[in-house]
């Protein structure tokens, strides 16, 4: 505690404020982080972070960044976002059948005709992770009753067996509740994941043709017999920056023209404000904007992060985000929260994480 009272230079009252603040911080939340190795803790993490900063503005920066910009999810309220996914998906599917039918939304309820064709779509709706993060099993026994175990799967790499068996347990729930006579193939395919900063992993442009985890999803299962002629893909997020479910949503509507057989919508449990408060970038704290700028290392470039030659000192895509999520932190977050300099590297300034990244990708030491 010492040590960082020294290095912020509070006086008595400061110290008593902040640490009082990080107590209940670091015991909620902060040492619950998932990316510290063994015996780190989040105060020893705060020091050496705090330290490479040479002079103390620098220091205060960097605090106040953590003290009222940093958004911290932690599995408290992960569990809450996925909670709030069925709900949202529900919505588009009311949304969907208004439209088929030609009611207003709030009939759904009421017109006996919407009702049942509800009903029958929540039968014909197959839910997708798209990966770990999408928690599936959490999402499964949190909607136990609406949903069956056979209509979940927890990754979008289907094999031939497994939509075989997702296909003869559709006919088995059509004949249990009264639709026998129904297409026995899934009317709706509901892709869920955790987190998107900047959307370009879900679907983005690739040359002539495209790219992403939709696309591959798409491009995979065109053909199936287990899926109707024309199956309405939903996509849900726990959680998204404003950027990304722009981004998305304007894609999609190119994508889809390409691939008449799928029809798309999103829908999300939260989306992140854009205020320049929250997502650092033009019209920020510009103390802010200088202390990230100041402080960073090109080392930390790869071509997984860095793809399209431009600093990532806001993050991938220069997304400027605050996000760290107990798992991890997403590389749209400012890099001074997760960016490790490269051994060997001479820069102005080496970086060392606050909350270090678990990345999924191997550069082999390279830097673009």
Known sequence: MDIISDLMEWDDGEATREFDWLKVMVDYKFDRYQGY?????????????????QDVEARKAAYRYLRHHLVFIGQSELHQLIKLGMPEMEKDARRLIAKKQGISYFETWTNAGAKRALRLMSLRTLYVGLSDGARVDIFRRDNDGLLTNEQVVASSEISNDKWGSLGEKLK?????????????????????DDFTGSGSTLIRPNGAGW?????NFCRQNNGRAEIASQCHVQIHHYLASSKA??????????????????SFNTSYSWVLSPSPHVVMGAGSDPDLIRWID???????????????GKPIALGYKQCGLPIVLEHNTPNNTIALMWATSKN???????????F???DRHIDNGQSV
């Not at 790219?211 to 696309?215: H, L, P, S, Y």
């Not at 100041?294 to 399209?308: G, L, R």
């Open 37 to 53: 190795g063994p015996g780190v803790h989040f105060y020893i993490s705060l020091i050496h972070w705090l330290g490479q900063f």
């Open 172 to 192: 088995d729930r059509l004949k249990q509740s009264g639709f026998p006579e129904a297409e026995q193939k899934f009317e709706r395919v509901c892709l869920i």
């Open 211 to 215: 790219d992403g985890k939709v696309f």
């Open 245 to 262: 479910k722009s981004t998305i949503e304007e894609a999609l509507t190119a994508y889809q023209a390409t691939i008449p057989k799928f």
């Open 294 to 308: 100041s402080h960073y290392d090109p080392s930390i470039e790869t071509t997984h992060n860095c793809k399209d």
């Open 344 to 354: 060997g590297s001479t820069p102005p300034h080496k970086m060392r994480p606050l």
């Open 356 to 358: 270090p990244r678990i």
